[in-house]
């Protein structure tokens, strides 16, 4: 089963985004704090993470960076974040993160992102 885990800092929408993709077969995960997010992927070995850009005590900018230079394995990364955050989502690209999801966004086109994410890395794996 394919493992996604989540960093937001929104409640309701969390829950949303695992209902969502527990729905399509996920395997959904939360990381209860950001300051930890490296060594809970490296424990738990996820497929993808979705982070929002805003969270409370550590970025998502520099969750990304230091997932991009510590972990070694393949992760998928998909960016939650208001779209007035031009230059910060611009700078994730340049961390190479895979996709941009705004905020709001419709549940169906996260689970597209998603499931895109996931099959470029598999296909970038075989």
């Not at 409640?11 to 985004?17: F, G, Q």
């Not at 969270?55 to 520099?62: H, I, R, T, V, W």
């Amino acid at each position: 089963m394919k493992k996604i885990v989540i960093l937001e800092s929104e409640e309701i929408l969390l829950s949303a985004i695992e209902f969502r993709l527990k729905k399509q077969g996920y395997q959904v995960l939360y990381c209860p704090k950001s300051t930890d997010i490296l060594s809970f992927i490296c424990l738990e070995k996820p497929n993808m993470l979705i982070v929002d850009l805003d969270m409370k005590k550590k970025k998502g900018l520099e969750i990304i960076e230091n997932l991009r230079k510590e972990y070694t394995s393949p992760l998928g990364i998909l960016l939650v974040a208001d779209p007035e955050e031009e230059e910060s989502i611009m700078a994730a690209f340049e961390l190479n993160v895979d996709d941009f999801l705004p905020k709001p966004f419709k549940p169906a086109e996260l689970i597209l992102r998603a499931r895109r994410i996931m099959n470029n890395h598999l296909n970038n794996i075989i």
